[in-house]
């Protein structure tokens, strides 16, 4: 009896250990009711990539504490840029209830395709690239922009010419026109203005002005050429037909550019507080004069009906057109002004960013043309900073219709006799050839060095101009640079 005694004990003390200390836990009803962490449920925001400051732990923002930033993005990026476009200056702000709060950041998501230096996107690749704008202090607040690289076109092979090369002209040449079956060509080294044949491409004349000769204009009718110079106040005339010189015109002012209308024209001089004048120059008499809200040493348009004068300031680098109602003489009216008053926010750019804005256009303007219809404006632009472009305005608003970012830095521009191509030349040593209308590249031709000047000969059969270094005063050739059977047939 003392064993199953000792033994009842042993088994209730043992089962007393084993009963749980404290209150007694119910079971679950089943084992799947109890919640399960979900990883599309968690409120941890996405990973901000390492390059960019990571976001406060602090509890999220509410929206309504967000509604009062928004971006404002500065730079406009270009759908399709060739592979060597020049650098692309990146700039924006972060406006808290419309006032400026900080500059932006920026990162290039596609970094084989792309990096930035010195605030400005380096192209490295073709393909697409995409770079995203978004505020240091709100990183939530972004902007994603995407455009593809495109490669450079492929050479055009350099057809085998059609019209013979021009004899060799040695100096420093300064421009060159074309009237009826004879190119002028200004010679700054002889101090000679040198006739040649157009088609032959000999020398047929060499005329001496008393002058220095550098800049020449034509009239309508292609009858008279005018030659101009920076260092004479005079401007000599030539027959476009016979060759012979006439008396020079006095202007009272040395050159900086001249436009020929029909028995006018219209000079703008060095001196830029002198009035832009208009001149008579079957009867060597002034006719009138500019008012001076626009300035002199401007370059110089006329519309085909020579109702209005546009005048391209230069001065400040920043481009300001305006187009000058010239029918009346006696007092010219300014009709429209592209230059216009800086917003409040660019003010505080200007002022305390050091930022320099461009009132419309762009900057450093190199020659403008109206188009043979007279219906569109032609503008060549060009600049380290900003997008280098054929920019192309309504000849009566000045309103922008066109634009053809050429990607590198356009010297001028001329029209096909007909009017359908844009001939282009700019600082890659290349002219490309455009269907004027939809600004598609028909053509392209390599020069191996800057073209300049280039003007399409009166017959329509090629484009010359002259071709050296981009230096004052160096040494440039003539040079016929495309033969229009080339192209012509195959362009769309």
């Known amino acids: 009896m003392k064993s199953t005694k000792t033994s009842l004990t042993l088994f209730f003390l043992l089962l007393g250990a084993c009963q749980p200390v404290g209150p007694a836990i119910q079971p679950s009803p089943s084992a799947t009711a109890l919640p399960q962490p979900s990883a599309t449920a968690s409120p941890v925001p996405t990973p901000v990539p390492t390059a ?13 504490a967000l509604s009062q ?8 990026f270009p759908s399709q840029p060739l592979i060597n476009a020049l650098p692309l200056q990146l700039k924006g702000v972060l406006l808290k209830d419309e006032a400026e709060s900080e500059p932006l950041s920026w990162e290039v998501l596609t970094p084989s395709q792309a990096e930035i230096r010195s605030e400005h996107l380096i192209l490295l690749q073709t393909g697409q690239v995409e770079i995203r704008a978004f505020s ?8 994603r922009f995407v455009f593809t690289v495109l490669p450079l076109p492929a050479p055009t092979p350099t057809p085998i010419p059609s019209l013979p090369p021009f004899e060799r002209l040695n100096g420093i040449l300064g421009d060159v026109v074309s009237a009826g079956k004879y190119l002028f060509v200004t010679d700054k080294t002889l101090e000679r203005v040198h006739v040649l044949d157009t088609l032959t491409g000999k020398k047929v004349a060499q005329l001496n002005l008393n002058m220095v000769p550098e800049h020449l204009a034509l009239s309508p009718d292609r009858k008279w050429v005018y030659v101009a110079s920076s260092s004479s106040e005079r401007v000599g005339m030539i027959d476009s037909d016979s060759l012979e010189i006439q008396a020079p015109l006095p202007v009272g002012g040395k050159v900086f550019d001249l436009i020929a209308g029909q028995n006018r024209l219209y000079v703008s001089y060095i001196d830029p507080l002198k009035p832009i004048a ?3 120059p079957s009867t060597s008499s002034p006719k009138g004069k500019l008012p001076e809200e626009v300035p002199g040493r401007t370059l110089l348009a006329l519309s085909t009906d020579q109702r209005s004068l546009y005048v391209g300031t230069l001065d400040a680098k920043d481009t300001v057109l305006r187009r000058v109602d010239v029918q009346n003489e006696d007092e010219p009216e ?5 230059l216009r008053e800086l917003t409040e926010d660019e003010e505080y750019l200007v ?34 900073k900003y997008p280098s472009k054929i920019l192309v305005l309504d000849s009566l608003t000045l309103k922008e219709v066109q634009h053809l970012d050429v990607g590198a830095f356009p010297d001028s521009v001329d029209f096909s006799a007909d009017g359908k191509y844009l001939y ?23 020069t191996r060095s800057l073209a300049s000047k280039i003007t399409a000969t009166a017959d329509g059969k090629s484009v010359v101009g002259l071709l050296g270094q981009n230096f004052v005063d160096s040494p440039k050739s003539l040079a016929r640079f495309l033969d229009f059977a080339t192209f012509a047939g195959a362009a769309p």
């Open 424 to 446: 282009v030349a700019h600082m890659h040593y290349d002219i490309h050839v455009y269907n004027r209308e939809t600004l598609t590249q028909v053509y392209r031709q390599e």
């Open 334 to 338: 300014v009709v429209v002004n592209t």
């Open 52 to 64: 960019l400051p990571s976001p406060s732990p602090s509890p999220t923002a509410s929206p309504t």
């Open 278 to 280: 208009i001149f008579e």
């Open 351 to 384: 002022k305390y960013r050091g930022l320099k804005i461009d009132p419309v256009l762009g900057i450093d303007l190199k020659e403008m043309k109206i188009s043979p219809d007279g219906k569109k404006l032609y503008l060549a632009l060009s600049s380290p």
């Open 69 to 76: 930033y928004k971006l404002r993005i500065d730079t406009t």
């Open 136 to 143: 240091p202090t709100q990183p939530q607040l972004e902007q």
